[in-house]
């Protein structure tokens, strides 16, 4: 079974939409890392937490909201969904412990905003 | 502050051709720096890593990279390309804080017969 685990694998949705993305692991890690993918630009950063009760903001959060319910689940939120939004989004987790950065991904999931 | 350029969005290389993906970092402290591929279906999966020890690193793959210092660089290579090499290829940048990653634009590599 895969160690970080990402739900839905593919949305579509409507602009104004409520969309949840989930994100659930089994490495034990403590940090977690949400991203987004557009062609031509890499990862840009969206949130991550260092511990259920550390959340912060990353490069690109305007528009994002998450919540960190337990130490193995990271869930991102797109309140109101818009078009630029479409985009593949990643979770990552880290372990603070072994401070070699090392992350380890989700296998994505695509996001369409019509 | 850290950042990474990737120089060539899109590389082309022949079956069996030295495969050779350029990064150039900036850091402010001594860099970890990483290599990851994307897989369609199975999201980023990390090649090799540098992290202070050796400068020659060997990865999954038969890919290795070489962490020169003086040059602010470590290029991705491979002495034979494979078909099942064609990939997109991501350099990343870290601090060794076990924080954040700073990741290259993304260089997308094609094998042709």
């Known amino acids: 079974d895969a160690d970080v685990t990402q739900t839905p694998r593919n949305r579509i949705t409507k602009t104004g939409k409520r969309i949840m993305l989930e994100c659930s692991q089994t490495k034990g890690h403590d940090r977690m890392y949400w991203y987004r993918q557009d062609p031509g630009l890499g990862l840009q950063l969206i949130y991550y937490?260092?511990?259920?009760?550390?959340?912060n903001k990353g490069e690109i959060s305007d528009g994002y909201s998450v919540s960190r319910q337990a130490q193995a689940k990271f869930s991102l939120s797109l309140e109101s969904a818009i078009p630029n939004q479409t985009a593949l989004y990643f979770c990552a987790t880290s372990d603070s412990k072994r401070y070699t950065d090392t992350q380890y991904f989700g296998p994505g999931t695509r996001l369409t905003v019509l | 502050a850290q950042s990474v350029t990737q120089l060539g969005s899109h590389v082309s290389v022949s079956e069996g051709a030295l495969v050779l993906l350029r990064c150039n970092y900036s850091?402010?402290?001594?860099?970890?720096l990483f290599w990851y591929v994307q897989d369609p279906n199975q999201g980023l999966q990390l090649l090799l890593k540098y992290t202070s020890a050796a400068t020659l690193v060997k990865g999954i793959n038969g890919f290795e990279a070489e962490f020169k210092k003086s040059e602010t660089s470590f290029h991705l290579t491979k002495p034979s390309a494979h078909m099942s090499d064609a990939a997109e290829y991501f350099c990343a940048v870290g601090s060794g804080t076990a924080s954040k990653l700073t990741f290259g634009t993304g260089t997308r590599l094609q094998v042709t017969l």
């Open positions: 937490s260092f511990d259920v009760k550390d959340i």
């Open positions: 850091s402010s402290v001594p860099p970890y």
